[in-house]
């Protein structure tokens, strides 16, 4: 835990992505008093919103305070993980999960160093998780209810945390199934936990109301939701999934490897049958709730490290069990095991880790999206304009918002709803013109890139055709040309009203004209 934590602290400064930044710029308004869904609009659940908020809070308002929340998670989910083994397992194996999970989930490609919303749901879900043991070893109903209030938080972090509540409600059953619990037992036990999950949404819900927000909540999460969750082909599905193991495998392999191991192995008494079908259910569960809208993006898979830590640890074991020359010395032989998979995770990636200034580790992950000159961009908007002065970015970078600490002109941050081949995506277009004529900022910033955008040729072009014209009440005071990975050109005033970019991924920086 300590060693992922110093790989963590070295890299507190890299720059955010959009996710990130989108957290952070809501969770900036939430602390200036600002509910979830009143100037900023995305299909997220707000209780990611109100994480960030607690860790700019403590640690400060900047990325480092954001990653130190980070870190905060990722320490409690070790944690979480060595409890959960050593209940299921035993206390070796407890140790060789623990350090498993730790490594894994430092993984650049599978977006381990940023603080996305599946880092701070496994806390929840492996809480969820040893709570519930305790519960059905004591019969106590409140340790029912809390499972499912902790599995609830899950999902009010993200919708896709709806998905784990399978986990103890199956759990519940199987015991039934088994004899272990009578039926009228495990209904009553089943029933408490789906109480107790449904707590923390009922808990939005009446704040969210009582704040005047509850019907753009309920329309961004759910009815949108439900739209976006529909728009994934299975062709292109297919094609990201391929796309997300392709990255992660080649860092995560031997672990992977040793998790089968642990699936297969033999179970030489119940205890350990149990807690290998316990790991079995918990992996599916994950990988259901990695799978929701099927768009399988790299950090949804952060879900299934926990399970596969248990069953890799497990795997690791058991080999050392069935190697004549290692059988005396199982535990050290498991260890020696558990070392070369974490090791072996860490040096594939050992120049990210352990030797790139934070930027460049930006570059490395992301590639040229504008992460690294948003801060820069930001500056530029923060020292010419005052604190009340509306900004707009034309692409989908929140963080600048954030960067900038200026408010957004408009509730869409994201540009790809209004691009999406949705029935909404003309409506929130004619929305966002509307507010922006409205708010007038002082400042626009155009996004040039592919990424920022997902336009297709079925995209409506209102927004585009209207920005057209827009812009021309504006200066063009700024320029990001970002030429290659290593090089970005920066243009500012006079310099910039006529700079042509020599490629083809920049950003612009409009001042309205007095």
């Known amino acids: 835990m300590l060693a992922s934590a110093a790989i ?86 407890a140790v060789g999960a623990a350090a498993i999970f730790a490594a894994a989930s430092l993984n650049p490609e599978l977006h381990g160093l940023g603080a996305y919303a599946e880092h701070f749901m496994l806390p929840a879900v492996l809480g969820g998780a040893l709570v519930l ?53 495990a209904v009553r036990a089943a029933a408490l936990v789906a109480a107790g999950a449904v707590t923390p949404f009922a808990v939005v819900c009446l704040w969210l109301s009582l704040a005047g927000t509850f019907p753009a909540f309920w329309f961004w999460t759910f009815r949108y939701a439900a739209e976006y969750a529909t728009l994934q082909s299975a062709g292109a599905a297919a094609r990201m999934f391929g796309s997300t193991v392709g990255y ?9 490897l040793l998790a089968l191991a642990g699936l297969v192995a033999p179970a030489r008494e119940p205890r350990d049958r149990r807690a290998r079908a316990l790991g079995a259910l918990l992996l599916a569960c994950s990988f259901v709730a990695a799978s929701a809208g099927l768009y399988f993006r790299q950090q949804y898979f952060l879900l299934l490290l926990p399970a596969l830590a248990l069953l890799a640890a497990r795997g690791a074991f058991a080999i050392a069990r069935v190697i004549p020359a290692a059988a005396a010395r199982r535990p050290a032989a498991g260890v020696v095991v558990i070392a070369v998979a974490t090791i072996w995770a860490l040096v594939h990636d050992a120049s990210v880790l352990f030797r790139a200034a934070p930027h460049v580790v930006s570059r490395a992950i992301y590639g040229r999206n504008p992460f690294v000159e948003s801060v820069e961009i930001a500056r530029y ?64 910033v155009f996004v040039n890139l592919r990424a920022s955008w997902l336009a297709t040729p079925a995209s409506d072009s209102t927004l585009a055709r209207w920005f057209d014209r827009y812009w021309r009440d504006f200066d063009r005071v700024g320029v990001a040309d970002i030429v290659s990975r ?8 006079d310099a910039a009203r006529d700079y042509t970019p020599q490629s083809s991924i920049w950003l612009a920086v409009f001042r309205r004209r007095d």
Not at 415 to 436: F, G
């Open 248 to 256: 992660a495998l080649p860092a995560a392999w031997p672990i992977v």
């Open 133 to 185: 043991c305790a519960a059905l070893e004591s019969g106590r109903p409140v340790g029912f209810a809390t499972a499912g209030l902790l599995f609830g938080l899950a999902f009010v972090i993200k919708q896709s945390g709806g998905f784990l509540i399978a986990f103890p409600l199956t759990v519940i059953a199987l015991e039934a199934l088994r004899g272990r619990r009578a039926w009228s037992r």
């Open 486 to 493: 290593d090089v970005t050109r920066y243009v500012w005033d």
């Open 381 to 444: 908007i923060r020292e010419r304009s005052g604190k009340d002065d509306r900004i707009a970015v034309i692409g989908s970078e929140p963080q600048i918002y954030f960067y900038a600490g200026r408010p957004a002109a408009t509730g869409y941050i994201y540009m790809y709803p209004l691009m999406e081949a949705q029935p909404y995506a003309s409506q929130m277009q004619r929305d966002m013109i509307r507010e922006l004529e409205a708010a007038r900022p002082k400042y626009l």
């Open 8 to 93: 963590r602290l070295r890299l507190l400064d890299v720059p955010l992505d959009r996710d990130e930044g989108e957290y952070a710029y809501i969770g900036r308004l939430i602390l200036d008093g600002v509910p979830p869904y009143e100037r900023a609009y995305n299909m997220k659940m707000p209780g990611i919103y109100v994480i960030y908020a607690a860790a700019l809070a403590a640690f400060g308002a900047t990325a480092a305070g954001a990653h130190l929340g980070l870190l905060v998670a990722n320490a409690l989910g070790t944690v979480l993980v060595f409890l959960l083994a050593r209940r299921w397992f035993d206390l070796v194996v």
